[in-house]
């Protein structure tokens, strides 16, 4: 069994920034891939972003240039660093290991 455990979340304003964690435990080892999925009210699920157990990295058109993803591999952790937020990236972001998911995070992006 895996837990996830994703943090970080909130209210932040447009432009501002915020870094999302992903804590993974329980039955892993070695370095896995995983990745970054967000949700809007009303809207299909999305992957947002992706790192390969070798650390290559994807990221979807929409936060590109703005959205990081990285991992610390002695903490089993996944980072989301998040620049130049926008109204649109307002969604509960969700991270993914294989068919384990997190509980998700609000990231609310407003004046």
């Known amino acids: 069994q895996v837990q996830l455990v994703e943090s970080g979340g909130g209210l932040v304003q447009p432009g501002g920034s915020l870094r999302l964690s992903c804590a993974a435990s329980g039955s892993i080892s070695g370095l896995n891939p995983m990745d970054w999925y967000r949700q809007a009210p009303g809207k299909q699920r999305e992957l947002v972003a992706h790192?390969?157990?070798?650390?290559?990295?994807n990221y979807a058109d929409s936060v590109k240039g703005r959205f990081t993803i990285s991992r610390d591999n002695a903490k089993n952790t996944v980072y989301l660093q998040m620049n130049s937020l926008k109204p649109e990236d307002t969604a509960v972001y969700y991270c993914?290991?294989?068919?384990?998911w997190g509980q998700g995070t609000q990231v609310t992006v407003s004046s």
């Open positions: 993914r290991l294989y068919s384990y």
């Open positions: 790192i390969s157990s070798a650390g290559g990295t």
